[in-house]
């Protein structure tokens, strides 16, 4: 059994330029879900993707999108980047759980994305 | 007010330490409790998760969870130099059809040989 991947490991962009980071979600696993993680704070929810479908969005703006592919891969689009852009990107893949259960998200190693 | 609260130290202590981390959070509708372990430029890494108030023990860790104090705790007992890392509290709602987590900021422990 495969664990979540991404790639790129690193990535430099300048400001105004548009973004795409790629997941590979845990074999079995029909939902992703991607969190942005400043230096020194927690990770924040950005989106998540089940069976291609946006299934929920935190506080991000639009120029944040995403796509769930049939095997469950994901991408992550960020458009016209700003410098507060700058940050790891983190994939998380889970699969739903019975009614009343918590789902048990299992992270990748993240997209370090500089925006200079 | 932020959802969940978490000092993010430093924390050092000496090998063989007992540790303990904490969280507080503000809404009461949160059901799911986990702690997340960070290496330094790697994901977070799922530890433990417990449902509602009580206890839950793996190992070297207890996770807790006071529900009335809106207060988790992680414990680690007999701490090791590879327990260095950053531990996260990780909260989700119960019900509904998005499962996002809410994390704390993280805790930075560093245990020393």
């Known amino acids: 059994e495969t664990g979540v991947t991404q790639s790129p490991t690193h990535l430099i962009k300048t400001r105004g330029q548009q973004v795409t980071l790629r997941c590979s979600s845990q074999?079995?696993?029909?939902?992703v879900s991607w969190y942005q993680q400043a230096l020194g704070q927690g990770p924040q929810f950005i989106f998540q993707?089940?069976?291609?479908?946006?299934?929920g969005r935190g506080n991000f703006p639009p120029r944040f999108s995403g796509l769930q592919f049939p095997n469950y891969s994901s991408e992550l689009n960020v458009n016209a980047l700003e410098l507060d852009d700058s940050a790891l990107y983190l994939c998380?893949?889970?699969?739903?759980?019975?009614?009343?259960?918590?789902?048990?998200?299992?992270f990748g190693p993240g997209t370090r994305l500089t925006v200079t | 007010q932020k959802e969940v609260e978490q000092d993010p130290g430093p924390l050092s202590v000496p090998e063989g330490a007992i540790v303990s981390l904490n969280c507080t959070y503000s809404?009461?509708?949160?059901?799911?409790f986990m702690w997340y372990r960070q290496y330094s430029r790697k994901g977070p890494e799922l530890l433990m998760y417990?449902?509602?108030?009580g206890n839950k023990e793996d190992g070297r860790f207890t996770a807790q969870v006071d529900k009335s104090s809106k207060y988790i705790s992680l414990f680690i007992r007999d701490s090791q130099p590879s327990d260095s890392a950053t531990y996260l509290c990780?909260?989700?709602?119960?019900?509904?059809?998005?499962?996002?987590?809410?994390f704390g900021k993280g805790t930075l422990l560093t245990v020393n040989p």
């Open positions: 998380a893949s889970s699969f739903p759980p019975p009614t009343g259960s918590s789902y048990e998200q299992y």
């Open positions: 074999s079995g696993h029909n939902t």
């Open positions: 993707y089940y069976r291609e479908e946006e299934n």
């Open positions: 809404n009461s509708a949160f059901q799911y």
């Open positions: 417990t449902y509602s108030s």
């Open positions: 990780a909260i989700e709602p119960s019900g509904g059809s998005n499962y996002k987590l809410t």
